[in-house]
Every structure is written in C-alpha cells, then in structure tokens.
C-alpha cells in the first residue's frame, strides 16, 4: 500500500476545492484523497489494482465505493464530474515492477494509461484532476494532451527538494 506522501497530501488540499455529485479517484490505495473527495460529492468511487490496499479502506469507510481493476476500467455507463489521481510516476529502470510507485519506462506511461481510461467517462462539464512529478517525462505527457485536444489548465506547483510536483486540470 502506498502511504499518504508529500504528493497525496498536496493533491487532497486542491481536490477539496471542488464540488460535485459523483467522483472517481483511480489508485485510491489507502483512500486518503477519497476521503477528501467525499466530503464535496455525494456519491466517490475508488479503483486500485491493488486488493489489499481496498481491503485495508474497508476497515474505516463510511461512503466510499471501491473497485479492485486496472485503472476505470470496470466501470461502464456511468459518467463522473470529476477524476482524481495521483498516478505512480518513477521511471523504471530496474527488471522488477513496484505498482505503487513505477510510471514506466519514462514515468509516465502509467500516467496516460490513466488518462486514456479517464477520458470516455467525464460527463460533459467534468474535470480530470492529475499530479505529474518533474521526476517523469512530461514533454511526452504535453504531447498526449496536445494530440487528444485536451484543455490543460496549471492549477498549482510546489517545489520539493528532489523534484517539483504540479497538478493540473484537464477537460474535454
Ligand atoms: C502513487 S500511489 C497514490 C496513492 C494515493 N492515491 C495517494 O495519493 O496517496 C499510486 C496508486 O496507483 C495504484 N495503481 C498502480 N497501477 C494501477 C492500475 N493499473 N490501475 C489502478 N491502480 C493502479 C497503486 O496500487 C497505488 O495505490
């Protein structure tokens, strides 16, 4: 399970910003910006490949819906006002795969697996609410939206010491 991070904790404090009926967050894991997200949705729904990490949020949830799939892709007519996630975003580089925290080979390609899988599920004001690290290729990110038509709005960054995290906002 990934534990709430610099990244989580700064992703949660803008998702509270925004407001709506019904919200997906794609790799919950321990349901920390769920849980922002359902205090302004009536209705969050959670998705993590990971089991374990849904069975933890189990424990504690109170609204929560969660469903143990690759990225949204058990979900089938039903359009969300907005999509949140915290995609895992290292490069990688070694022969063995953490799903918590490896993006791919550039750190990215998580990244646009997410948002391929989020774009066909917006309703037609909805929101796409995503955190890209400087530590993955984001010129390759920049192209995707570009190509896909996407309206990319910066909505924050913050400078850490290793790297600079930005969330950014995209619609259709
Ligand atoms: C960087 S963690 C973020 C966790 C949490 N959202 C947060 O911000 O604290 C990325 C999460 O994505 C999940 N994940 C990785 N690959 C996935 C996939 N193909 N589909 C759904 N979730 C995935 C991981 O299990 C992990 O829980």
Known sequence: MYFPSDDSIFLANIVNQYHGVIALEIGTSSGYILRELSKNFSI?????????????????????????????TALRNIKFDMI?????????TK????????GGPTG???SIHFLISAIGKLTSNGKILMLVSSLSDTEKLDSFIEKNNLTMKKICEKDLFYETLKVIELCI
């Open 108 to 110: 990215i390609e998580l």
């Open 95 to 102: 022969n063995y795969v953490d799903k918590t925290v490896d």
């Open 84 to 92: 949140v996630f915290n995609p895992p975003y290292l490069p990688n």
């Open 44 to 72: 969050v729904v959670g998705t993590d490949i990971d089991f374990y990490s849904l069975k933890h949020i189990l424990k504690t949830s109170r609204n929560e819906r969660l469903i143990c799939c690759d990225a949204a």
